[in-house]
């Protein structure tokens, strides 16, 4: 991390803004609530079925998440399937 | 997955249900729902006496879309515990709703509304606070002034970055 000198600390000053700026406009104009639909709603699910197929093996990656994880993206939508 | 919901509100005025936020701030009163909507009596016009009400303009095949939308959320949220062991997130590609039924209900409900026109570019823009008539749910959007949004963050912006140089200075 310290190998750099730091330099990546001169970042600090336009993220804090930009970061400042967005949470006072949304604090003030609430832009993202909504319904929270997926929770206030009555629900009964019955339990999830499925199986796994394994299609590829990553090794060695460094990665924490898969890359495109959307697993709490509820609400965007994402190839859609015609019934 | 099989899932029953009980029940979705979904605003049957085609103004009020475009809840784009760059153009108008519907979203709103669409974050004061839920209503108890079991609680709801059999239609009165003496109900309205006093009142203004938003007309209802969509029938149900131009809400199936918006209704097939908050469907796939909720099953994208009800799967997602299910898939907590895929310890490295999962990327959904696909998905697909099937409706096997629906039961639908027009309603009228109760929304306390105080308006404040921002005046502005295409006509400004029209700040709600809603009130859920019935849970007293609150929320609102206040206009902000760009100028000092911007100077706000610009101020803090350079306090942090003299902070770092400071330190970057100090420690060298």
Redesign the interface.
């Known amino acids: 991390m310290s190998d750099d000198s730091g330099l990546w600390l001169l970042a600090a000053g336009p993220a804090g803004a930009t970061a400042l700026y967005w949470a006072l406009y949304r604090y003030y104009r609430n832009t993202d609530k909504s319904h929270a639909f997926e929770r206030d709603t009555a629900i009964e699910a019955k339990p999830v079925t499925g199986s796994d197929r394994k299609v590829d093996t990553v090794t060695g990656t460094q990665e924490r998440r898969i890359r495109g994880d959307n697993v709490s993206a509820y609400r965007t939508r994402v190839q859609r399937d015609s019934s | 997955?099989?899932?029953?919901?009980?029940?979705?509100?979904l605003e049957s005025s085609a103004e009020r249900g475009n809840?784009d936020?760059q153009s108008n701030?519907n979203?709103?009163i669409?974050?004061?729902?839920?209503f108890d909507t079991k609680n709801a009596l059999k239609w009165n016009a003496s109900y309205l006496a006093g009142f203004t009400s938003e007309k209802r303009n969509l029938d149900v095949e131009k809400l199936r879309p918006r209704l097939e939308?908050?469907l796939?959320?909720?099953a994208?949220?009800?799967?997602?515990g299910?898939?907590r062991r895929y310890d490295?997130?999962?990327?959904?590609?696909?998905?697909?709703?099937?409706v096997h039924g629906t039961r639908w209900v027009s309603m009228y409900l109760p929304v306390w509304l105080y308006s404040y026109h921002q005046p502005g570019r295409n006509g400004g823009m029209l700040h709600y606070i809603a009130v859920n008539g019935r849970t007293g749910e609150t929320?609102?959007?206040?206009?902000?002034q760009q100028w000092k949004?911007?100077l706000?963050?610009?101020t803090?912006?350079?306090i942090?970055?003299a902070l770092?140089?400071f330190?970057?200075v100090a420690?060298?």
């Open positions: 997955m099989d899932f029953t919901v009980d029940d979705l509100t809840l936020t701030t979203n709103i669409n974050a004061i729902l839920p939308d908050q796939l959320s909720i994208r949220a009800q799967v997602e299910s898939v490295r997130g999962v990327r959904w590609e696909r998905e697909r709703v099937d929320m609102g959007s206040v206009p902000v949004l911007l706000a963050a610009l803090t912006g350079t942090i970055e770092v140089l330190f970057l420690a060298s």
